[in-house]
């Protein structure tokens, strides 16, 4: 099976767990990505059966619209049933890496809200320790040498993705080599250098429930098991 062909089995297994939990006014959290774009192309045949849907990028709000689901603002929708989205890296802990598609910052604003956060991906996504695909940091841009200098003193290698703007006007960093064997408090350091808007860990507000697709079919990992 071809990896787009595993994300769009663990997308479709996404759904089948959503769906008979879907109610009246539940509203969907949808986030951003190949893996995702498979679970919004399955949505389009449950549009009836939701009520809307909060994104976190313009890309996923663009394609849920053409499919006839109602996209609002967070603002609006006050709280989230679940959130559904994918991630560069998981561990047995549910912790993530997230933002290679640039868009960690409304993913992380939405999975604290969500009441049960699901993260759908292929298995060559779990890993032992997180830290091998490169950790995104978004920045303010006249802060991007600062973050950079800060993040190098904490033993990172940062990468300026050159030419990448984020739905919220900023840049990005990836950061290779930093040592993520404490990630909860890398996310809390990281948060604390002046400009960085957001860091790609979600450890504080990890999944609740991992979707992975491998050979076998698709399995559920939870927390603590
Ligand atoms: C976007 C993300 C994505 O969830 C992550 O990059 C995984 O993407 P894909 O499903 O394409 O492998 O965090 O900011």
Redesign the pocket.
Known sequence: MTADEL?KQVAEAALRYVEPRLERDTVLGI???????HFIAALGDLRDNIDAAVS??EESSRRLKELGISVIDLNTAGSVDFYV????EANRHLQLI???????TR?KIIAAVAKEFIC???ES?LVPVLGKFPL?VEVIPMARSHVARKISSMGGVPVWRDGFVTDNGNHILDIHKLDLLDPRTMEAQLDQVAGVVCN?LFVRRAADRLLLAGAQGVRTLLPGA
């Open positions: 994300k986030g951003t990505g190949s893996t995702v774009n976190s990028s989205d994918g991630a560069d997230k933002g290679g598609g640039g868009a960690l993913e759908i991906a292929d996504k995104p790609g």
